[in-house]
Every structure is written in C-alpha cells, then in structure tokens.
C-alpha cells in the first residue's frame, strides 16, 4: 500500500452519504471499512494561465499519479477535464484544453499521464484578470453541449479544482457560485459536488495569505491571498492547499482523494 494511502486511508470514511460498507484494504492487519464510494467522477481543472504562472504549472503536472491514486484503487470511472482562468480569449472562456480527442482523460486514455502532463502545462499568456469561478461555470454550461461535450455526465459526482497564484476576479458573490454549481447536479444532488483549491494560503495556518514572498514590491513573486477560492472549498467540504508549497504531489492526491 502506498504512502499517500497509508495517510489518507482514515478520511475516506467520510466521503460518502452511502449506507453500505465494504472492506477495501487491510492495513497492518486491521480492517478499514469504507463507505461505497462514487462509481463515476467528473473532475474539472481550472488552471490559471497568466504570466507567473510556469514553476506552478510544471509541478502541477507532475501529480497525476498521485491524483488517481485513490481512483485507481476503488475502481472509479473518472473523467479529467482542464481549461484556464482566461475569460477574454475567443479560444478560451470555458473551453477545454488538449488536442481532439484528448481532452478528456479517462483510465483507458493512451499515455494518460502524458496527456495530464501536456493538457496541465496551459502557457502564461492568458488574461492577468483571472475569473475562475466564471471559467468554470462557462466550461460546465456554455460549453457542455459543444466544445466539451461528454464530459459532464449526469450519474457522475462533480469536482472542481482550482489552481492560481491570484485571487478570483469573478463578479458574482461565493455564496451565489457555490449554489449555481450545485444546481448543475440538481437540488436533490446538491451534494454531489465539491471544489478544492490549490492558491494563496499560508502552508502554516491554512488560511488565505500571501505566501511565497508575494508584497507590493514583488508581484510576480509567490501568490496572493485567495480568499474567495478558500470560501468555496470550505463551504463545499474540499481541499484548501497552498500553491506556494515546493511540490504539489501529496496536494493533489489529497484533491483526488476528496474528489
């Protein structure tokens, strides 16, 4: 059994409103009931692409292994979706990235590291406004019947990760997203949806920061507290991480773990 397993094993107990517990894994001889988890997962990466952006993005892709972990154990058919925080580009605002036919990664995905490593690595030359939560709801809605047909599948749990060095700059209040995403799942669903977040929080504390040497004088430095972000994954039970960490490989497997 893994390391990030060993660790992370006892929170699996709360990550679904299952009645049935099967026995997964038998740690040191003891039984570790978990509850039924989900049978299909929908995970949407919003990753932001402006110019500091570079060192985060080649960390980030760096996880994927870690990220399906837990998926890959439980036997999850998950699907893996990844589009920017850029809201002006024509080529953007929701869509997803990655050539046809490879925009979405599913276990049977040829090379499906390779492809997460490629589709993660988004550039640094979209917009230095970051929306977030509005790339997000274009990608699930706008974008659904089109561009990104097939990924959001209506039996399938949905997970939002956000990553950025920047806080959100959408317009809408985090208690009118947080109800817009769920919405997307129905209102006897609405717990079928979650956000974790990777950006601008004190690795001591946990709470949203500058971090990394960001200041006034060194803007492209580190990142900049991301309060809004932190509030939708309080409020939806996600991971709240800091991006200013120095690798992202047991972050991201806690992400996948929750998704």
Sequence with gaps: MSRLLSLLLPLALVLSACDEEVALIQ??????????????????????????????????????????EFFDVADVDYQIGVTTTDMQAPTARGRLVGAQGQRIIRRETPDADEVFRTNVRVGIDGSPFERGFDAAEAALTDHIDGHNLGFLRDDALLSIIFVSDEEDASISPVNTMVNQFRQLKGERERDAFNASVLTGIDPETGEPADCGGRSPETPNV??????????????????????????FNDIVGRMGLAS
Excluded: W
Aim: with cysteine; net charge negative.
């Design 27 to 68: 740690p040191l001889g003891v039984d570790v009931l978990f509850q039924n988890p989900p049978t299909q997962v929908d995970i949407l990466l919003v990753v932001d692409d402006s110019c500091s952006m570079q060192d985060e993005q080649d960390k980030l892709s760096e996880g994927f292994d870690a990220f399906v």
């Design 222 to 247: 580190g990142a900049s507290a991301g309060a809004r972000y932190h509030d939708l994954a309080l409020q939806t039970g996600g991971v709240a991480a800091s991006i200013c960490e120095d690798e």
